[in-house]
């Protein structure tokens, strides 16, 4: 089954700095989804990049991806306190597989 | 404002105990998703449906769990017996058409079985 695989595990940064997560994935893809969790919540879809897409942004998010590499990162431009959550992207043809996340704590 | 409900929210029991979680997917979407988290293994996959259909169950310990679709408005994941092993936040995640779009998520059961 395909999975996805975030970098880093966790990342602490600043109130106004940027974040940057990565994915690694291994094998051919549709598409690659970045979800966002709140501590005790479900799961927040944040975006979704299609296989021939390289790169697509959404408010303060751009996400990458190089299909040659097996790889897309999440960007977060001027990060808040508000940001504080762990990141998924997940994969799948047949169903979809999520890694075990980065754990983004943004310090006011 | 659409959303896949899940209960219950919380369930303490007793290993050996039934458990059987429920879930209400979106209106109109035809796939659904029982979801795993624990601090160990991450987030797995446990079942999925589309048009009510299992799709694919391998995720699932098939000699305790049990996950069905009676109707397209309410889906099912039953553990019997339960065990320690079992506590975790279940999740119920639904989406349309395509199966690798977007997935809506429940709050999550959280399961403690002592």
């Known amino acids: 089954s395909q999975q996805g695989e975030e970098d880093p595990q966790a990342l602490s940064i600043q109130e106004g700095e940027n974040a940057t997560m990565n994915c690694s994935y291994k094998?051919?893809?549709?598409?690659l989804q970045w979800y966002r969790q709140n501590s005790g919540r479900g799961l927040v879809h944040l975006i979704l990049?299609?296989?021939?897409?390289r790169e697509k942004h959404s408010g303060r998010l751009r996400v990458t991806l190089d299909t040659s590499k097996k790889s897309s990162s999440l960007l977060i431009t001027a990060s808040r306190a508000a940001d504080t959550a762990s990141y998924f992207c997940a994969t799948g043809n047949n169903d979809m597989r999520f890694g075990a996340g980065t754990r983004l704590t943004v310090k006011p | 404002d659409a959303r896949v409900t899940q209960t219950p929210r919380d369930k303490v029991t007793e290993m050996g105990q039934e458990v059987t979680m429920r879930c209400q997917p979106i209106l109109g979407h035809n796939t659904v998703f029982w979801y795993r988290q624990t601090m160990m293994q991450g987030l797995e996959l446990l079942a999925y449906?589309?048009?009510?259909?299992?799709?694919?169950d391998s995720g699932m310990p098939k000699d305790r769990f049990s996950a069905e679709m009676p109707d397209a408005t309410l889906a099912t994941l039953k553990i019997q017996p339960s065990e320690p092993r079992d506590s975790a936040v279940y999740f119920c995640?639904?989406?349309?058409?395509?199966?690798?779009?977007?997935?809506?998520f429940g709050p999550g059961t959280r399961l403690l079985v002592l």
């Open positions: 449906f589309r048009n009510r259909a299992p799709l694919d």
């Open positions: 094998t051919s893809i549709n598409n």
């Open positions: 990049i299609r296989s021939n897409e």
């Open positions: 995640a639904s989406g349309l058409v395509q199966i690798q779009e977007t997935q809506y």
